[in-house]
């Protein structure tokens, strides 16, 4: 190969040679005929060299660096890896669940040219790498680039610990437990006007047995209206089916960047981790949807952003608009301001926070109310037993507040979090379809991961703890995490909310944020909006259930729900994922 690449140089550089030499006339073609020998000489060579450039590196971690090859896992190819399996799953973690049966706790996955993934879901080793390591787990290129293409270099870019901290820092005043607590009348109003609005839609068809409604879309529409009130003060219109540029270019967006990813496209993706972050941000201009998709989204979300990102800063220079300014927007710019210069985020890092706030306060609050609507319409006695809780607390509410208008009476805080079967339906609900399913990070330094259960190598020596080396790429397998048995009990398959009430969980090692789940991730990079998730997800699904009674579609409709890997884990219709992202209920006003 090496021959016949010198032998093809050699011939491209006499063939310029005699062209530009045979007569004067030609010395016109000398420039472009140089620029040709050039282009064809890096595009021969340079991905040669970078091909060469993996392989001895791979060869120099295997035998010079910490190893993970004894590390049991599925078999693959040295050219495509098994990595990319997991997009094509029927339903997000089957894979995982059948790998921690077959080797454990930690396994190991590979991505193409060989590349060792080391696979966890062990306690001991999530709360070694989440807290006790904290940011010596970064970010891998693959995440950097595709959150950069989506929403810029926002707090959940952050590719070191020092720009995460930074971030965080400005924004943990928006994100304060007064200042959530005060958005619940907001996400009530909202919650009530789509009890409303799909009353007069199921209603309009007269059918008393309840109508087949596409929740997924109600519930998108509502949560994108809430976080532009609660975030920006900025009405989206979503719900009243206004028209606008944000809520069209969301709509199936991780269905058209991430679905049946082809191997070029997984073989391309896997030499990021070798090339510099700066020369990546190159990929936007790429002509394929994984790339311009994104780009598009950013291109809208940006030019909202950077109207508002600019009446916040002016608001925030009046001290009487300043009083009256409590969306979360308006006060990451006071907090901004208020920080030593070196230290404040850029306009473009604020508007980048806009798109991060909306991905991760949109789409993945809306899949995991579907997720929840779904099972309580699977398990009617688990339906019932939460609507049975939800009318006695109004009773108790009304009877708490006689003499006041009924209609100025609504749910606080204290309310529902009193509510204890409501509180076991959303952990559960989180546990049994954690929308996030993986994390992917990498090791800044060599390091020991402890592990709580020991696993057996394939040189059949029993381990209780991995070494690996620095630049060793880790996948957090959050569903199989939230499904050992040894610590949700022997029905961690199953759904059941009762595990939280009869207290049948085993909390060794503290791990997740909230209920020791890993569904909103960990440590010093845990979701930073967790709570508003939480508090947005109680109001709605009260509202919903006090309301509506749910059942699945009768069999034969073609109606069967499957949990497709989209980035998150997103509601589709087997045999008819081209519709998009789906789940339908029957619905009955109650």
């Not at 050039?38 to 021969?44: E, R």
């Not at 600019?310 to 308006?330: H, T």
């Not at 003499?403 to 529902?416: A, E, H, K, Y």
């Amino acid at each position: 190969m090496e021959r016949r690449g010198l032998a093809r140089f050699a011939a491209i550089k006499s063939l310029s040679v005699a062209l530009t030499s045979e007569s004067a006339s030609l010395c016109l073609f000398r420039k472009p005929l140089t620029i040709l020998c050039s282009i064809m000489s890096a595009t021969t060579y340079i991905p040669a060299a970078l091909l060469l450039f993996v392989g001895c590196y791979l060869l120099f971690r295997r035998f010079f660096r910490y190893s993970i090859k004894h590390i049991r896992g599925p078999t693959s190819s040295f050219l495509r890896g098994n990595m990319r399996d997991f997009s094509y799953q029927t339903n997000v973690g089957d894979m995982d669940f059948r790998f921690t049966k077959d080797y454990g706790l930690v396994w190991r996955m590979e991505a193409p040219f060989g590349q060792d993934i080391l696979a966890i879901a062990d306690p001991k080793a999530l709360q070694h790498m989440f807290h006790k390591s904290g940011y010596n787990y970064g970010k891998n290129a693959d995440f950097l680039v595709v959150t950069n293409l989506l929403i810029g270099k926002s707090i959940l870019y952050s590719p070191s610990g020092h720009i995460h901290a930074r971030h965080r820092k400005v924004m943990n005043p928006a994100f304060s437990a007064p200042q959530l607590r005060s958005f619940l009348p907001l996400f009530r109003r909202s919650a009530i006007k789509l009890c409303q609005l799909l009353k007069e839609d199921v209603l309009q068809e007269s059918v008393s047995d309840g109508q087949l409604v596409a929740m997924n879309k109600w519930l998108s529409r509502t949560t994108l209206d809430i976080i532009g009130e609660s975030a920006f003060q900025f009405e989206f219109g979503a719900l009243d089916n206004s028209k606008n540029e944000v809520s069209e270019v969301y709509e199936n967006l991780f269905m058209k960047t991430r679905m049946d990813p082809p191997i070029l496209d997984t073989i391309f993706r896997a030499t990021w981790q070798f090339l510099p972050l700066k020369l990546l941000e190159f990929v936007k201009y790429l002509p394929r949807r994984e790339y311009s998709s994104p780009g598009v989204m950013k291109r809208v979300v940006d030019k909202v952003a950077s109207s508002l990102v600019d009446q916040a800063i002016q608001d925030a220079e009046s001290i009487e608009i300043e009083k009256g300014k409590k969306d979360v927007m308006s006060v990451l710019v006071r907090a901004n301001m208020s920080e030593n210069p070196s230290l404040r985020l850029s306009k473009k890092e604020m508007m980048a926070q806009m798109g991060a706030l909306i991905l991760a306060g949109h789409e993945t609050t809306a899949n995991t109310l579907a997720w929840m609507l779904w099972e309580l319409a699977k398990h009617s006695y688990f339906q019932n037993r939460l609507r049975d809780e939800i009318r006695d607390k109004r009773k108790d509410i009304n009877s708490r507040n006689a003499g006041t208008v009924i209609g100025n009476v609504d749910f606080s805080i204290d309310d529902l979090e009193s509510m204890p079967f409501l509180q076991a339906v959303v952990k559960e609900t989180m546990r049994f379809h954690p929308i996030a399913y993986h994390l992917i990070r990498v090791a800044k330094k060599d390091d020991v991961i402890p592990l709580s259960k020991p696993i057996t190598t394939s040189n059949r020596d029993v381990i209780d703890q991995v070494p690996i080396a620095k630049g060793q790429n880790v996948l957090v397998s959050i569903c199989a995490y939230n499904r050992i048995k040894e610590i949700w009990g022997e029905d961690a398959d199953e759904f059941n909310p009762m595990r939280f009430i009869e207290g049948r969980i085993k909390h060794e090692f503290k791990v997740g944020m909230y209920a020791n789940l890993m569904t909103f991730s960990a440590g010093m990079r845990g979701c930073i909006g967790w709570r508003f998730s939480l508090i947005e997800i109680q109001a709605i699904i009260v509202a919903l259930v006090e309301n509506f009674e749910f059942a699945v579609p009768p069999k034969g409709q073609n109606t069967e729900v499957v949990r497709k890997p989209l980035g998150l884990m997103s509601p589709m219709v087997k045999g008819r994922q081209s519709e998009g992202v789906l789940m339908p209920l029957v619905v009955k006003v109650l």
